[in-house]
């Protein structure tokens, strides 16, 4: 294989750039060219390739985003626009693509190496939620972004007697809210896996308050939300509020959340994943989406890793609760 192409599709997440410098370089240790898609699958359908030498991707390993920008596309998925995209690959000469996204975009990976375009998918996204790899690229500089805010919402909390609810992403994966839950010493952590009551969640406050405890932080996933499990972060303030007795103040983090300067973890993560796409691509290898377990790289058939269940770390979460007594 002598010209790869990679893009990153979906939602962006911090580490990208540190993948795309991994597969650029990687590739031109092992005499190959690699072409960036610009916007993902959408990019790949309107010709927006531009390629990267090894010095396109210098300076970039600190940075958020993704140089190559991310974009959905719907047209992808036609057969029509499928037609686009395989003109497009065999204009530039594309023997192997990798794709940095979610399961979305795993799927476009699949069927462009049904179309005999070997393709290789990397898990790129903040929530965690690709069953088939331990941690994503992102969730790590995530993570570390909300425990930051916790801690300065633990501040202000403290000084004003307060409840504090922090709102973090996570549509059907918890593991945002639990992880930095746990690192933020948080009261309670309500996530889309698990049931919630909230006269549990005001009696530890309550619990709390009694031994002289001066503030309270809840964490919840924006899941929890979404699914409709309460009409809303702000109205679930105000129930406990009434339940209580207390002031609570409600902080949405949003989009704050996928950006920043990623973590060691992340780049490292990022670098080893990248890396391995392109050794599979060397071997014309193709379907397949790369992860990490046990601190091994792995890699797993697509249609495997789209169907795998995820599995939610009851063990953190106990461990969750019997810390923040
Ligand atoms: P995130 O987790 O951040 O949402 P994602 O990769 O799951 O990332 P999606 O919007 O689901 O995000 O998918 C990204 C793109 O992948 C879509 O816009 C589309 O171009 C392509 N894609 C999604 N589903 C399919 C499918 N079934 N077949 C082909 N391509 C798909």
């Given at each position: 294989m002598k010209t790869i192409g990679v893009l990153t599709s979906g939602g962006d997440a911090p580490g990208m750039n540190a993948a795309i410098r991994a597969v650029v370089r990687t590739g031109a240790y092992n005499d190959m060219r690699t072409l960036g898609i610009i916007r993902g699958f959408n990019g790949l359908i309107h010709d927006e390739i531009q390629e990267l030498d090894i010095s396109a991707v210098?300076?970039?390993?600190?940075?958020?985003?993704?140089?190559l920008k991310t974009a959905r596309s719907?047209?992808?998925?036609t057969e029509a626009g499928m037609q686009k995209a395989m003109e497009i690959i065999k204009k530039y000469g594309i023997e192997g693509i990798v794709v940095i996204g979610g399961d979305g975009s795993f799927r476009g990976a699949r069927d462009l190496s049904r179309l005999g375009v070997p393709t290789i998918g990397l898990p790129g996204t903040i929530d965690n939620d690709i069953a088939c790899t331990d941690y994503t690229i992102g969730f790590s500089t995530a993570i570390n972004t909300v425990i930051d805010a916790i801690n300065k919402l633990r501040d202000t909390a403290s000084s004003h007697d307060r409840i504090s609810i922090v709102e973090v992403m996570g549509r059907n994966a918890g593991d945002i809210a639990l992880y930095s839950g746990i690192a933020g010493g948080a009261e309670s952590i309500i996530v889309p896996e698990l049931p919630f009551e909230t006269d549990e969640i005001c009696r530890r406050i309550i619990q709390g308050r009694n031994r002289g405890k001066q503030h309270s932080i809840i964490v919840l996933a924006e899941g929890v939300v979404l699914n409709k499990e309460i009409s809303g972060t702000i109205e679930l303030g105000k129930e406990i509020e009434a339940k209580t007795g207390l002031e609570v103040k409600v902080t949405i983090?949003?989009?704050?959340?996928?950006?920043?300067s990623p973590t060691a973890f992340d780049r490292i993560l990022a670098s080893r994943m990248g890396a391995r796409a392109v050794e599979l691509l060397k071997q014309g290898i193709g379907n397949r989406v790369v992860g990490i377990r046990n601190n091994h790289i792995v890699d797993v058939e697509v249609e495997e890793a789209l169907t795998m269940k995820r599995s939610f770390n009851q063990d953190l979460y106990r461990l969750a609760q019997i810390l923040s007594m």
């Open positions: 210098g300076d970039i390993l600190h940075r958020g985003g993704t140089i719907e047209e992808f998925k983090l949003g989009h704050i959340q996928r950006g920043g």
